[in-house]
């Protein structure tokens, strides 16, 4: 269920040189926990779009199954959309890219839509760099199913069962580099300041584009000492089975820079340790990066900022020369040339 957004707006509102004001980016009201990072990042998106000066409907929002695919919902409400089935997203966009490579492609994910179910797809979709940008709105659990361990969850960490999760977390940065993603980053959904300007940069990259956005959730994931949520506790929830009680948070946000580690305080009062990269990293240099998010995984720190970038790199479109032309607009002739021009092409291969 959604709710519209009254439709009358202040007649001074700041606007872009489209002439939109942000009003145009925003979408639906949200319906996600008060309180859960994923609503800070589709605000981050909504910025992102409306400084680019990005009309709305030259974007394409992607996504999956999962309480992160539910947020296209939430911005961009005059662009395209298509909600795919759990963890097809890639393949999705991957198709409607190569049918219509005017438009701007924006996937988003969860950790649960990609790490584990959509693996197969993300890995496919870094290989072949896709002209994406893929963010993926990472809590380290299955909100929609009630708080289990994703494949992203720490090593150790406790799960809303009471159980401590014996497998290592999967690091999608450090995965998608070596795959030869061409544009890698990592924040906090708290964190605007650092996350505006990586989705613009994000955006404008030619080439597939990964941002993993760490979203605590503020409902499900109970884990003392995690660091992608809150140690949750839910009132009564024992004495009173059938209430399904999620009292207001307020948004956690952060503003830090690069000189030292910023140890971030949830609600309960756990502790996420946030690292950003200093400017004078090169963000080029593939085989400092992965040693860095490797020494940072084993100082239970989570590296932020610009991890790696390929600026030569050869997005799908162009490596395999697809028509510039969308193809629901090429004509008959053009579909169709001919048997002759049919048998010219086949006898090159014979």
Same mark, same amino acid.
């Given at each position: 269920?959604? =709710? ?24 639906? $009201? ?12 589709? !605000?981050?998106?909504?910025? !992102? ?11 394409? @929002? ?60 993300? $890995? ?35 799960? @809303? ?52 956005? $760490? ?14 949520? =809150? ?7 024992? !004495? ?35 690292? @950003? ?8 240099? @593939? ?64």
């Amino acid at each position: 269920m959604s =709710y519209l957004k009254p439709k009358f707006a202040h007649p001074r509102l700041p606007k872009n040189d489209l002439g939109y004001t942000k009003k145009e980016y925003e979408g639906v $009201i949200s319906t996600l926990c008060a309180g859960c990072g994923h609503d800070s990042i589709s !605000a981050s998106i909504v910025d !992102a779009c409306f400084e680019l000066d990005i009309a709305p409907h030259r974007v394409a @929002k992607m996504s999956g199954i999962g309480c992160s695919s539910k947020t296209p919902a939430y911005f961009l409400r005059n662009s395209h959309g298509f909600n795919s089935v759990h963890g097809r997203m890639p393949s999705v966009t991957t198709g409607a890219n190569l049918a219509n490579r005017s438009l701007i492609y924006i996937g988003v994910s969860g950790d649960g839509d990609t790490a584990s179910i959509g693996m197969g797809q993300f $890995i496919h979709a870094v290989r072949r760099n896709v002209n994406m940008t893929y963010i993926v709105m990472n809590n380290g659990c299955y909100g929609l199913t009630k708080g289990q361990d994703s494949a992203t969850a720490d090593k150790g960490s406790i799960s @809303k069962s009471g159980d401590a999760n014996s497998f290592e977390g999967i690091d999608l940065c450090a995965l998608a580099i070596e795959l030869g993603a061409t544009y890698v980053a990592q924040s906090f959904s708290g964190d605007k300041e650092q996350l505006v300007p990586l989705i613009k940069a994000a955006i404008t990259h030619n080439g597939f584009s990964l941002i993993n956005v $760490i979203s605590p959730c503020v409902t499900f994931n109970n884990n003392p000492g995690s660091t992608k949520s =809150y140690d949750y506790v839910r009132a009564h929830n024992e !004495a009173l089975s059938k209430i399904d009680f999620v009292p207001v948070k307020e948004e956690i946000v952060t503003t830090y820079d690069h000189t030292s580690v910023n140890v971030l305080e949830m609600h309960d009062g756990s502790l996420i340790k946030l690292q @950003k990269i200093s400017p004078e990293w090169d963000p080029n240099d @593939k085989l400092s990066i992965v040693t860095a998010l490797h020494n940072a995984r084993a100082n239970h720190q989570i590296l932020t900022g610009l991890l790696y970038i390929d600026n030569d790199s050869v997005e799908l479109n162009d490596l395999i020369n697809t028509t510039e032309t969308p193809l629901n607009t090429l004509n008959y002739d053009v579909l169709c040339p001919g048997s002759e021009v049919l048998r010219e092409f086949v006898g090159r291969y014979a």
